[in-house]
């Protein structure tokens, strides 16, 4: 129980960290969740137990050990944290850089998108136009031919 | 059959190669693979005709059930005939057409001659796909052409969008109908067809693909706006070929479907109205070639019309059509271009009198729009007679209705075949006078040989008989009550014949009367216009294309991550809702020792996300992390500990370098409160359905569930960690991965930090001056403590740390090292080991600075961490060489002088690759720390704008 209730914490507090403007924070938040993932993994599975060092000559059987494949997982999990951490680390040093701050703005571009059809700058090819088809003639168009009436 | 199929595509691809000065040849080049075909399918006719089936497959995947078989058998060989001979005749009559691009043009068309010859002989339902499709895509690139104006670029778009769409409910129909029937086979699969269930719906789809395909309403209107593509296209594409391949797979099908509910009503009505309503809209055309194409849309109505018909007499006088049609309809279109080309229009309200001057060229189109009308003896009028007694005799389910709108439709066609030759060819009062022209006898020949074979054909109605009938006696003869109809040109007076001069006095009296036709057209509702819906819907389809972006794409990453999120947590809420079993009473703890570590983590975080201070924030994160370590040491995991405690050092040291050029607190918040409690509110549903998720997760683990037995086997690998065995030895290909990942991160983080100024961002490492001066007092230092701590300013020195790194920094890569060479029998191994050296390393830099890094380690790091990757690539491969699989490991038991016995197994060397790799992204990442600190201050606002 107390085990569960760290992990959802920790889950808790990143998910809030990430879903916050600063670059920073959304960093903080997935440095936990990270952590939450690890003790997650941990804790399903199985019970605690020695830790799974066998000696040579000991059977490795039964239950006395920890399972170490959540361990193996989480640790790989851990190193990977790590980089992608430096990753984002860096991400925020770029955006202080360029912008002065490490928010992550709004898209803008999505936002024209979706007013392409107010702009004029649309191109104007890439829609078929709207007027009758050529191959109807016009109504008022003089007799096709010369034939009888 | 895949060999020439090959060898089109082949030629296809190499044509455009050639200099354009090659000219004419490459239409020449271009014929040979048709002419090939034509001739093998000539040298292989007598056999598949007297009943032999010739079966060609190559096994692609056959695990997967893939194969390309191909087969010839009656109708297959019908339509090679069709296809490749036409299109040796129009490859000819586009030497002397020309054009731009003509090796483009030559390449195109030859490949899709391979493309439908491949369609016409593929038995199965993919590769017939497959090369449906293909044929689509060439006549996209044929219409548009290599700098499309904008009309061609529409018209190809149409051809493309209408004909793919069609081509996706094909898709859809033929895997429902496959997965029916449990064969993709076509011969099969007509053999033996499937019935009921989801097959009238599959028959449905694939009709529409064929609908598509051969423009038959209300999906034709992409025909008439393909004619801006050159003359041979159309020729070729848009009469003989591609729209074919509709009417083909209606043919194939037939056998086998012709009597499931939906498919007559749909194949009678869809064809018998498109023959119509075409032929009808084709007598208000003005330009010769849209009138040949609406003649088009109303013959393939007509031969879908009688091939779907699936009985005898009718399929008889479809196959007969089918033939008549590639040959007149080639031909008048061939006659069209010739026309285009000397008088330089197309359009019948200019031109006079071209009878003539060019007597031959009107003789030939003569010949064949007589076919077209089905005026006797010409192959159309033979193919049109069968098609007669079919809806007469062969008692056909609404065969009286089905005959009544036949012969109207042939009449409006008699009609229309004379508008065109009256228009290209009769005086028109008003109208000048065509000028002498020569006649282009290049562009003639091609045009004459169809025009010709339509007359030998129907003049020799046992010939005809002999290349069709063997298809038609596949079908159920139902003529009850006489014998099986023959071809022929005399069948005595009859009804059939009655009906035929029906035709003929209606479509002379339609011509006669052309001008009232036209205004009664004009006065008449319109049908709806294909052009227009086709439009619209394009149109349609963009407007809610740019609804869905503005409703979806809001450009906010929070918003984003929140819905990414809600939705994570109400998907597994929703699964442990409906599927968790009961957990049942849970202990409060597992070991009291739990508790103190736990609350710790739980403070810290909490208050990671309320503090304002941006290095509070990462000191607290580092306390959670530390927390969390002691966390596994209870739960007995060691070697996570050990990780957790090293990884957690290390990234609180890269924070914290990274920080010291970040604002310390925060940017404050300007996000309205309902967002924050959004924000709360799906934070706290996620901490709470991870929670239950822990505590279900950790119930339903009994200790009895089946689980790898890796800590039973463990001595299999000559190590006794359980965990490093499966790390180097178990999963090691996981490992790979991770540490290229790693790698990967490192060098995009190292080329974010160095964007401004390359490599020269980081400082070079520079050999300090030595102390020269021989004046120096007595008690003056000699030697430094470390030697790279010269280059930093003095204030920021500190002896003592100097003393003691100097002095630590041999013992903490020794005890790297045991680490590393533990890991087997202990906690440790290359991750731990690694991180403590790198810890080493980081102690060198933040006391002794760059410099001191430089000295501590005088390598390139870049040596190291791709060294690292390159071990435990090699180490994984070099098995492979002996025999074994990848990434096995050999153990050896070796008994030295001094140590006794020794186990050593080559996972070591793995280990040893991962080290350096940690190493390496360690020694990266100080690099990249010090281009932050050596860069400036915040450059101004101005100039730090710009990327």
Redesign the interface.
Known sequence: MTMALVVGGLFATGVYLMLQRSLMRTLLGLILLGHGTNLLLLVSGGAPGDPPVVPEGASGDGDRFADPLPQAMALTAIVITFGITTFLLALAYRSWRLAGHDEVRDDIEDRRIGTVGERADAEPAALPPDDPAPDVPAPEDPAPDGGPR | MLVLVVAHLVCAAVLPLLPSRTGQAVWLIAAVPPLATFLWAVVWARRVLDGEVLHEGVAWASTLGLRLDFRLDPLALLLTLVVSGIGVLVLAYGAAYGGEDQGRQAGLLTGFAGLMFGLVTADNLFVLYVFWELTTVASFLLIAGRRPS?ER??AAE?SLLTTVAGGLAMLLGLVMLGQAAGTYRISALVADPPGGGVVPAALVLILIGAFTKSAQYPFHSWL??AMVAPTPVSAYLHAAAMVKAGVYLVARLAPGFADAPVWRPLVLGVGLASMTIGAWHAL???DLK?ILAFATVSELGMLIALFGAGTRTAVLGGAVMLLAHALFKSCLFMVTGLIDRTTGTRD??RLSGLGRRMPVVCGVAVLAAASMAGLPPFIGYVGEDAAFDGYLNDHLPGGAWALLWFTVASGLTVALAARFVW?AFAR????PDAGPTPTPYGMLWPAAVPAALGVLLGVWPSLTGRLTEPWADMFHDTAAGHASYHLGIWHGIGFTLLLALLTFAMGAVLH?????V?ATQ?RLP?PP?G??V??RT??GT??LA?RV??VT??????AY??VV?ATVVLLSAGALLVGASPVGS??????IA??PP?LV??AC??A??LTRQ?LA??LL?GA??YG?AV??V???????AL??FL?ET??LV??AL?LR???AR??P?R?PLGARWT??V???A???V??????V??HA?A?S?R?????????ETGA????N???VDF?AL??IG?IS??MI??V??LS??R??GGAAAVPAVREPAAVTSPAARWDAPRERWLPGAGELPGTERSVLLEVVTRALFSSIVVLSLFLLFSGH???GGG?AGGLVAGQAFVLRYLVGGHADLGLAAPTNPNRVLGGGLVIAAVVALVPVAFGHAPLSAAVWHLTLPVLGEVHASTSVFFDIGVYLL?VG?ILK?LG?ASA?AS?PE??P?GE??T?
């Open positions: 904008t670029r529409r149409q008439p706006a208000r055309e003005n849209r019948l309200r228009g028109k009062p008003g109208v006669a009367w052309r001008a009232q036209i004009r319109r216009d052009q227009l086709y439009r394009v149109r963009v407007a740019v972006t503005r794409q809001v450009g906010s990453l929070p991550l929140a999120m849970v202990p409060l703890w597992q070991s739990e508790v736990a983590v739980l975080a909490l990671v996300a941006r924030a990462v994160t959670v992390g969390v966390l596994f209870v739960r007995g995991a060691p070697d996570l990780t957790q990884v290390l990234t890269v924070t990274m050029r970040l604002p925060f940017t918040e996000q924000r709360g799906i934070a706290v996620a901490g709470a991870v929670t239950a998720l822990a505590l997760a950790t683990r200790p569930s689980r790898p037995d890796y800590t039973g086997r463990v001595h006794e960690n359980a965990v065995a499966i790390i999963r996981d490992t991770e990942v790693l991160t490192t995009g983080v974010l930090v964007v401004w029998y202990g906690p991750f940690v992204v990442l990249a932050v860069t915040r450059a606002a730090g704008a990327p």
